[in-house]
Antibody, heavy 117, light 107 residues
């Protein structure tokens, strides 16, 4: 059974960089789009970006090039860096396994990140 | 930016059929997925590739697509189906957009 687990600081100061790790267990890292999705309090889901297992990436244009998603195949982990955060970046951040048009079939439990000075 | 439009809320009585729509300008050229999210929980994939159901998802959940609108149907809705539902598009021109979500009430 595939399991995903997010980890990282729960508090980040404005203008700093939010850094999260997603640990993948129980499955291969190959042939999937490893993605980050967030949900602001009381709001809907927002796609942040993905890294394909080969290392190619995509990000949501609305985040103005603040996003870096990367993968470490040797450790079965992938990462999110979101720079220059503001209060608007406060959200629950989910990592998920994407299968293209077959959707996100596995999700982490989510981690609340608060941007707070 | 590309958007997927869902009704904010849908309400049905137990045993009735609930339908939730999702429209987007180019949705007809893409595949739609649907997720169920209950309070405090991570989303769960209930439909992918427009109309396919993952293993473990009850048969009362079905999906369809016509033109630029995708539809999630829950036949014989139960109280346990009360949740937020999100559509999502996957296509070469979209950054994996999500719809705004629909709150399904079963009462």
């Amino acid at each position: 059974q595939v399991q995903l687990q997010e980890s990282g600081p729960g508090l980040v100061k404005p203008s700093e960089t939010l850094s999260l790790t997603c640990n993948i267990s129980g499955g291969s890292i190959s042939n999937f789009y490893w993605s980050w999705i967030r949900q602001s309090p009381g709001k809907g889901l927002e796609y942040i970006g993905y890294v394909y297992y080969t290392g190619s990436t995509s990000q949501n244009p609305s985040l103005n090039n603040r996003v870096t998603v990367s993968v470490d195949r040797s450790k079965n982990q992938f990462f999110l860096k979101l720079k220059s955060v503001t209060a608007a970046d406060t959200a629950v951040y989910y990592c998920a396994r994407g299968r293209g048009h077959s959707g996100y079939d596995y999700w982490g439990q989510g981690i609340l990140v608060t941007v707070f000075s | 930016s590309y958007e997927l439009t869902q009704p904010p809320s849908v309400s049905v009585s137990p045993g009735q059929t609930a339908t939730i729509s999702c429209s987007g300008d180019t949705l007809g050229d893409e595949f739609a997925c649907w997720y169920q999210q209950k309070p405090g929980q991570s989303p769960v994939l209930v439909i992918y590739h427009d109309d396919r159901r993952p293993s473990g998802i009850p048969e009362r959940f079905s999906g369809s697509s016509s033109g630029n609108t995708a539809t999630l149907t829950i036949t014989g809705a139960q109280a346990v189906d009360e949740a937020d539902y999100y559509c999502q598009a996957w296509g070469s021109g979209t950054p994996w957009v999500f719809g705004g979500g629909t709150k399904l009430t079963v009462l």
